[in-house]
């Protein structure tokens, strides 16, 4: 009996940013250690791609390793247009680069 082989669900055919075959999110340091004392502002980035947790974890973890990252939050809207706010005293370029660099794209 010859049977067809399974059918892949299209998340895991076409994949996210985090979990496709093209990943980047195996590079992504390990978070460092906040100091949430050292204060600092906040900024809000509008970020495309991000598809479920484990995307959120990546851009998480690798803002964290930024020096002067005090926080990172992630509200995320699966399929749309996420919100990431980062506190702390990082120049945006950094935190875009971070973001970028993990597969994502910073619409603002």
């Given at each position: 009996?010859?049977?067809?082989?399974?059918?892949?669900?299209?998340?895991?055919?076409?994949?996210?940013?985090?979990?496709?075959?093209?990943?980047?999110?195996?590079?992504?340091?390990?978070?460092?250690?906040?100091?949430?004392?050292?204060?600092?502002?906040?900024?809000?980035?509008?970020?495309?791609?991000?598809?479920?947790?484990?995307c959120?974890?990546?851009?998480?973890?690798?803002?964290?390793?930024?020096?002067?990252?005090?926080?990172?939050q992630?509200?995320?809207?699966?399929?749309?247009?996420?919100?990431?706010?980062?506190?702390?005293?990082?120049?945006?370029?950094?935190?875009?680069?971070a973001?970028?660099?993990?597969?994502?794209?910073?619409?603002?």
């Amino acid at each position: 009996m010859i049977t067809a082989p399974p059918r892949l669900l299209p998340m895991a055919s076409h994949g996210c940013s985090c979990c496709g075959p093209a990943s980047r999110a195996d590079t992504v340091s390990n978070p460092a250690a906040s100091d949430s004392s050292a204060g600092g502002s906040s900024s809000s980035y509008q970020v495309t791609g991000l598809t479920c947790g484990h995307c959120a974890k990546s851009v998480t973890q690798a803002l964290q390793a930024l020096p002067q990252v005090d926080d990172v939050q992630v509200d995320l809207a699966a399929g749309g247009v996420s919100t990431v706010t980062v506190t702390g005293v990082v120049p945006p370029e950094t935190v875009r680069r971070a973001i970028e660099a993990t597969g994502y794209t910073v619409l603002s």
